[in-house]
C-alpha cells in the first residue's frame, strides 16, 4: 500500500503570476518596419530595431501622453512615439522632444536587458538579470541547430508546467516512461534547479516505436530550469540525443503559453548544415511537440491543493518551497 500520509507546504499565494526570467519576445522576424507590439506579461511591451541592427524591448506605451510607440516609426537608434515624436534610444532615455528645447526626467521608458540568439529575441522581466540568458552546460550555442519555434496554450499555472520536471507520478501516466532508477536533484542556489533520471520507453505511439527504432529503448534525461519559467531538456539515447527548450509565459492566474524548439548537433560537411539538418531538427521537434501535446488535456484547470498532497509529492513540494523563497527574496 502506497504512503499516504499528507504533508504541508508554504501558501502557494508567494508564487509570482510573472516570475523574474528571460522571456522569448518574438523572432527576428517578427520586427515588421523594425517594430513588433506584444501584451504580455501583464503590459504592453515594444520591441524595435535600430538602424544599426541593435535589439531593444521596453513598455510600449509612451512616457508622455501612454500613446502607442508600436504605432511610430524607428528613426535611426531611436524609436519615435506616432503622437508628438518623443524619441526614445535603446537604453528607453528620451533623446529628442521636437516642441521643446528641454527633455523632462519623467522622459522615459523602462527598457529591459535583451539578447538575440538563433533568430530569436529575449528580454529579462527586471531591472539587471540575475543570470545570463540559459543554455546548456557544456554546449557551444554555434555548434547546435535550431527548429522554428512552436507554441502551446495550457490551461494551467506555469508554475504546474515546470514541476512536471520532479513529478515521478507524470512521466509514466503520462509519457509511457518507466523509471529505471530513483533519479538525482540538484539545487545551485535559488535560480538554477537540475533533474536527471533514467527511463524504459514503453509506450506503443507511433512516436514511441519512430523513437525506439531511431535512438533506443533507454533514455538518460537532463532537464535544468531557471527561475521555473526556462526549461531545458537534454536527453540522451544510444543512438540519438535531442535537445529541448521552453519558455513558459504565463498569461494569467490559469493559463501558460509554451514557447517551446528543439536542437540537434550541427553537421560538419556544408550539405549536412544545409540539407540534413533542418530535416532532423523538424523531426525531432514532431516527435517533441507530440510528447508534450500529451499534457495539455491532463493539465487543464490543474493546480496545487495543499491538503491533499501525499509524501509521494516530496520532490514537488521542495520544488513548490524553492519557487516561494526565490520570489520572497531569498536570493539575497
Known amino acids: 500500500m502506497p504512503d499516504t500520509k ?28 523594425g517594430l513588433a507590439s506584444k501584451e504580455m506579461l501583464g503590459c504592453s511591451l515594444v520591441g524595435f530595431k535600430s538602424e544599426s541592427g541593435q535589439f531593444s524591448i521596453m513598455d510600449g506605451r509612451c512616457s508622455h501622453m501612454h500613446s502607442v510607440l508600436g504605432l511610430g516609426k524607428v528613426v535611426g537608434e531611436t524609436i519615435q512615439c506616432p503622437f508628438h515624436h518623443w524619441r526614445y534610444g535603446i ?8 516642441c521643446g528645447t528641454e527633455i523632462p526626467v519623467l522622459a522615459r521608458q523602462t527598457a529591459y536587458p535583451t539578447q538575440v ?17 540559459p543554455f546548456y552546460d557544456q554546449e557551444d550555442a554555434d555548434q547546435l541547430t535550431p527548429s522554428h519555434v ?15 520536471s520532479v513529478d515521478l507520478q507524470h512521466f509514466k501516466i503520462a509519457h509511457d516512461r518507466r523509471l529505471l532508477d530513483t533519479g538525482t536533484i540538484h539545487q545551485d542556489g535559488l535560480l538554477k534547479h537540475q533533474a536527471s533520471y533514467r527511463f524504459q520507453i ?15 529503448d533507454k533514455v538518460d534525461l537532463c532537464i535544468t530550469e531557471w527561475s521555473g519559467n526556462v526549461v531545458l531538456a537534454h536527453a540522451r539515447l544510444r543512438r540519438a540525443e535531442t535537445f529541448g527548450m521552453l ?24 550539405f549536412g548544415k544545409r540539407f540534413l539538418d533542418p530535416i532532423r531538427t523538424r523531426i525531432r521537434a514532431i516527435l517533441i511537440r507530440k510528447f508534450l501535446q500529451a499534457d495539455v488535456p491532463r493539465m487543464k484547470g490543474s493546480h496545487v491543493r495543499p491538503q491533499t498532497l ?22 539575497a
Open 6 to 33: 499528507r504533508i504541508e507546504i508554504p501558501d502557494l499565494g508567494s508564487v509570482p503570476l510573472f516570475p523574474e526570467s528571460w522571456y522569448r519576445f518574438g523572432s527576428i522576424q517578427d520586427f515588421n518596419r
Open 91 to 98: 537604453d528607453g532615455k528620451c533623446v529628442s522632444i521636437p
Open 150 to 164: 512552436f507554441k502551446m496554450e495550457l490551461e494551467a499555472p506555469w508554475y504546474m508546467i515546470s514541476i512536471n
Open 202 to 216: 514503453e509506450g506503443n505511439a507511433w512516436t514511441d516505436k519512430l523513437t525506439r527504432l531511431a535512438g533506443g
Open 117 to 133: 540568439r538563433h533568430g530569436q529575441v529575449y528580454f529579462y522581466y527586471g531591472k539587471k538579470p540575475l543570470f545570463d540568458l
Open 310 to 331: 501525499i509524501s509521494e509529492d516530496q520532490r514537488v513540494v521542495d520544488y513548490l518551497r524553492q519557487l516561494c523563497r526565490l520570489s520572497n527574496g531569498g536570493i
Open 247 to 270: 519558455f513558459l509565459e504565463p498569461r494569467d492566474l490559469n493559463r501558460t503559453c509554451v514557447h517551446a524548439m528543439v536542437f540537434c548537433r550541427m553537421s560538419p560537411s556544408w
